[in-house]
């Protein structure tokens, strides 16, 4: 890869951002000064009725064959970031905290409601800060999907029988990068949660988005969602029991 910055930003505490990436730009979101969620949603920019499905992305994954079907609760580096189709947006190319695949895909960003139900405060939460975002690119607040809640430690306990929200284990400087598979929008929440749960630790601060292009990538076709899932069978020497189409 040989990679030229074309983009860089910092977004602080409490704020928001969205932006177009074009099919093989690389994103990274650094947590700057460490324990910061940032609640991320994608959309196919060609098509936008087409967007980030949370559900697909933790179950939908090419298990050795013959396996058990284990639906999982996060994704992690290698892992895709899957749409509504059932096709991959993004790739996840790398992370650096420790540990990996700590991303939740469980839980609905936080908002108004939220803010004051549980904390009192008539503030914005994160869809409202990614509706305002995303408003210059003519998407409307009520087409937020579900996000991926990048550092969001939000672990399953059995005892408990329920999901907790922990403090995130991310340091200062720790990122998370994606290969955009297509056009897409990209948009993002600095979490603004610090009042009634440890998602950010009681603390939000700022993280940067830098968009990075691959000067040797070549471009390739984005393949509809039942040729890209053929596709992926064959690298896999899977069989292919029914056309269907
Ligand atoms: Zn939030």
Redesign the pocket.
Known sequence: MSLTKIEEQVVGAKQGYAGIVKQGQIVRLTDIEGKQ?I?FVVWNNNDRREKLSASYSRSRYFAPEGSEYLPRNTIGEGDWVMSTNCRPLMTILKETAERKGVHDLHHR??NRFMMNVLGGVDVD??HEIIGKAIAPFGVDYSEVPDPMNVFMNYPYDIGRNGFFINEPITKAGDYIEFRAEMDVLVAF?N???DITTA?NAGNCTPVKIEIFEDSEAEPFPVLDHYEWLHQELRKRGRVIEKAGL
Do not use: Q, R
Request: glycine share 10%.
């Open positions: 969620v609640d960003m936080c939460g994160c929440a979490c603004p949660e998602c």
